[in-house]
């Protein structure tokens, strides 16, 4: 986590916090009744070097056994309490009190997305919920001075645009503005980026017949030129980052910057669900890892370096919708890895699992000479 100081008018200082100080990161989800506990978790990704990570909640478990870890971590204020935070400062106080303050700074907890996808979705009565919700958080983590360590944002779904092809065509829907502009005003003031959840797999699906699985996959293809601005795009991915830097311009806030909060591709889906194996998953995730860590920018803002948080780490065997959602895991419940795009997996013996021990996999054990063991 690190931490720019802008000063502003009247002598004051305003932290800046940034909740990702990398360029790779993963979503650690936990909608599942067969994945390893915290522990091993906290054991794979130091072993895969993987420093930043995303949860959908504030799970007390995980935030303890990654105390220590170094571990950059996002957690979530789920959009079923969204409400009640909103109705009042002392409602996020308390929030934040149980599910953040016991934790740091043993557990890097850099920053709180308030809800998931709330902007565009269904439920209007949190849409409205959203800002103040936002600004109680903020306020709460002012009172407990930890906003100058702990980052607020609010991660978005492709629904908040009216358009994002061309890129440079990317805007806001009109009926989301009277939302998104105060967030947007809000963010800027206190230096959160744009969260976007963007998925190629999701734009593919459906419509294979239009979209050349190359460009979705970050493999060799003509591309596209973006005709206003001439910007040639060779994969997907770029396109859509670009898209959000039109629709913040458009909406003034060009300064902002763009994260995006999830992307992956899906080993496994339904018949309906083009694309959706093994040999995609692997593709798209290994060739995605080497464009962030090449830690460069996109056509349209080449200096501002592209960073992104993977979905998922692992399959999530109890969640619902089609087959595709329990299947965009980096690794199985075991924890041996999916497909191959260069980590190390874990190896669980049911043995020593009753005991709460953990061994790393065969490969990993190779390349370190040590075998470890959690008792």
Known sequence: MSCDVFLVWFGFAVFMVHGFTGTYGVNYGRIADNIPKPESVATLLKANKIKNIRMYDADQEVLRAFNGSKIEIIVGLPNGIVRDVSISEERALEWVKNNVLPFVPGTLITGIAVGNEILGGGDVGLWEALVPA????????????????????????????????????????????PYMGPLLRFF?????????????????????????????????????????????????????????????????FRKMDVIVSETGWASKGDDNEHGANMENART???????????????????????????????????????????????????GSVSYDVGFKGLVSSSDFSRLGSIKLSVSLMCAAAVVIMLI
């Open 284 to 334: 798209y995730n290994d060739n995605l890892r080497k464009r962030l860590m090449k830690k460069k920018g996109t056509p349209y803002r080449p200096k501002k370096v592209v960073r992104a948080y993977i979905f998922a780490l692992f399959n999530e065997n109890l969640k619902p919708g089609p087959t595709s959602e329990r299947n965009f895991g980096l690794f199985k419940a075991d």
């Open 188 to 252: 800027s003031r206190i230096g959160t980026p744009f969260y976007i959840n963007a998925y190629p797999f999701l734009a593919y699906i459906y419509d294979p017949s239009e979209i050349d699985i190359n460009y979705a996959l970050f493999k060799k293809n003509h591309g596209i030129v973006d005709n206003k601005t001439l910007l040639h795009y060779d994969n997907m991915f770029d396109a859509m980052v670009d898209a959000s830097y039109a629709a913040l311009e458009k909406a003034h």
């Open 134 to 177: 936002v600004r109680n958080v903020y306020s709460a983590l002012q009172r407990l001075r930890l906003s100058d360590q702990i980052e607020v944002s609010s991660p978005h779904s492709e629904a908040v645009f009216a358009s994002t092809y061309p890129p440079s065509a990317g805007a806001f829907k009109e009926s989301v503005m």
